[in-house]
């Protein structure tokens, strides 16, 4: 299962629409959270429609203030158990029919009046005996660390934050990438980064997932960042990479002249093994595609790892000028490669012109994540992440049931 959280600090423009649309395509989560909507619960439904979001609750702003709302997949089996204008909780049940408590917060942003947000969070606490996740902008900080710039955070509501934790064994769930979720987006010496959104878990569900992660998702329309937590999550270390899994198929090839040619080179070239002529094209057009598209992509990931750095390490005098170059230049990238992938893609979800190349991409390239088999729990029910062992358990799960359908059709 796979958790987003995110304040967006208004839902109603067009340009935001596309850029949730565009989180949700590379990100494929599987239960969404949003705060501060600044939308009614019907014109909300607006955005449901835009993201083929059908499954979720939506509740009312307060003007141009506030508003939240939980979505899911096609698929999830969640129901909602009870719901404030600062959470909004719900009961998943997963695919081995274990329930886990999913609840999405929103934390007062005065800090006079945050201990409302930590009460209403203690009386859903104390309905909760399921595993627990917590997910969203808490609009609080646990320590120093979790800001930089600006004055140094209030100790008593650090320390006031801390308690509700620990009176709720509830525990903080580190981001393996990124760091700080907000930046105000100033200029020269005023720039300040806060790690305000983050997920909190019970601890049964760190005994019980060993493989969690999360991670923050860099934005370019809000100055808040998406947060992300994948239950089943972080692939092993030691997990070896094939370079033949990662050559696919490119239909932009088939009516290119130079690839034609890079491919009959490569194909007519000595030898007359079908696996090695094949090897030859895969080699050939792997390093012809990356030169001729790569160029961009690289730029885009360059641009990428460049706001981790101005958000996560130290500021300098120009951060925040920096920054807002950097993200104006990643938006103008992501604008080139849509059309690029727009070409690709038969959808018709999105109109000509939006910016949406990570939906296109995930169209394009079909269901390139869910193929990628990182683990499997054999016979005994261990997992195995081996590639060796992963082979062996697929390949004995089939000989299995091909030999009991063997079996049936005699009988």
């Not at 595609?289 to 300098?316: H, Y």
């Not at 979800?349 to 990182?374: M, P, S, V």
């Not at 499997?376 to 062996?392: P, Y």
């Amino acid at each position: 299962m796979k958790f987003l959280g995110w304040n967006y600090r208004g839902l109603g423009n067009s340009a935001k629409i596309r850029e949730l649309k565009q989180l949700l395509a590379v990100n494929n989560p599987d239960i969404i959270f949003l705060s501060e909507t600044k939308l009614s619960a019907t014109d909300f439904r607006r955005v449901q429609n835009n993201c083929r979001l059908q499954n979720g609750l939506a509740i009312n702003s307060e003007g141009r203030s506030g508003g939240l709302a939980l979505m899911w997949r096609d698929g999830m089996n969640v129901s909602i158990q009870n719901y404030s204008k600062y959470h909004i909780d719900s009961m998943v049940r997963l695919e081995n029919n274990k329930t886990i408590r999913v609840t999405g917060f929103y934390g007062h942003a005065n800090p006079n009046r945050r201990r409302s947000s930590w009460d209403i969070l203690r009386r859903v606490g104390e309905s909760v005996r399921e595993e627990w996740v917590i997910g969203g902008d808490f609009n609080a900080i646990l320590n120093d660390a979790e800001k930089e710039g600006g004055r140094r955070g209030v100790r008593a509501q650090m320390n006031e934050f801390k308690a509700v934790m620990d009176e709720m064994a509830l525990v903080d769930i580190k981001p393996d990438s990124g760091w700080f979720t907000w930046v105000n987006n100033r200029d020269v010496g005023r720039l300040i980064k806060e790690r305000l959104d983050r997920f909190l878990t019970s601890v049964a569900v760190v005994e019980n997932f060993p493989f969690i992660a999360t991670k923050v998702l860099r934005q370019t329309q809000s100055d808040h960042d998406a947060i992300i937590l994948d239950l089943w999550g972080r692939k092993p270390k030691a997990f070896p990479k094939d370079k033949r899994l990662c050559f696919k198929f490119d239909v932009c090839w088939v009516g290119n002249k130079e690839a034609k040619n890079v491919t009959e080179r490569a194909w007519n070239s000595e030898g007359t093994d079908y696996g090695d002529k094949m090897d030859r094209v895969r080699s050939a057009l792997g390093p012809w595609q990356c030169k001729k598209f790569g160029k961009m992509k690289n730029e885009m990931r360059k641009l990428e790892k460049q706001i981790d750095v101005v958000i996560d390490f130290a500021s300098k005098a120009d951060s925040g000028k920096t920054l807002k170059e950097t993200r104006r230049r990643l938006d103008f990238l992501y604008a080139k490669e849509e059309s690029y992938w727009a070409q690709r893609s038969r959808s018709r979800w999105l109109r000509e012109g939006d910016r949406n190349t990570r939906f296109f991409h995930a169209k394009a390239t079909g269901r390139l994540k869910k193929n990628n088999i990182e683990r499997l729990k054999d016979a005994e029910g261990n997992w195995v992440t081996n590639s060796k062992e992963i082979c062996k358990v697929a390949k004995d799960c089939f000989v299995s049931l091909f030999r009991s359908n063997s079996q049936n059709a005699n009988i």
